[in-house]
């Protein structure tokens, strides 16, 4: 809760990653409920800071999880107010959203992401009912590519070339076996699944030749 800003302190605050050198951190502004991106130099100091969404009026606004690929920031914005979550990419050297997606309620609760300059993979350990929990999302312009629903814990997706992994919880009752599951970016579809008795759920390492995973047990 530092992390202040010459418009006032941060709450809800959310590592991102690493940019020009500096931690980025997402948080609400307790005065104004803006969503920003902070800036954390190696001294602790606020070194930059930048509203990413006008949440006038709104009481309760987060980002739960974000990512940095080059100098591009995505980010989902969880808006009780509004009832609706939102995929934002945003171009830090610029200062500037690029795109915008609402993809639907908070009760969503989407948490964990994977991103890089092809795709962005958003996923929640929240099933709720009639509602798909995993998403993914074409970096450029924020169109939903697909999304489907999975028994997936509090496990972060790993994107490589051409698939995300992404470990599955199974369920006896659904005839899924827990696993690490490799689907395509561009459609969804299941490459390949490797069973494990306890998926990571910190997800996988990914080179150009293997997949490496470490079971939780």
Known sequence: DGAGTPGGGLSKIRPVGMLDGNLLVSGQNRRTYDLMLVAIDDTGSAAKSAVVYEAVGLNDAHIPTGRVVGDRVYLVSSDSANEETRVLAYDWADGAVVWEKPIGGVDLRLEDMGADADAVVITSDETVEGKNNV???????????????????????????????????????????????????????????????????????????????????
Request: glycine residues 8%; proline residues 6%.
């Open 135 to 217: 998403w993914a999302l074409a970096s450029d312009d924020g169109s939903v590519r697909w999304s489907t629903r999975l028994p997936v814990g509090e496990g972060v997706p790993v994107l490589d070339d051409s698939h995300v992994y992404l470990p599955i919880e199974g369920y006896d009752s659904d005839s899924v076996t827990s696993q690490v599951r490799a689907m395509s970016k561009a459609t969804g579809d299941v490459a390949w699944t490797f069973e494990v008795q306890n998926p990571p759920r910190t997800g996988v390492s990914v080179d150009d030749e293997r997949v490496y995973l470490v079971a939780d047990s």
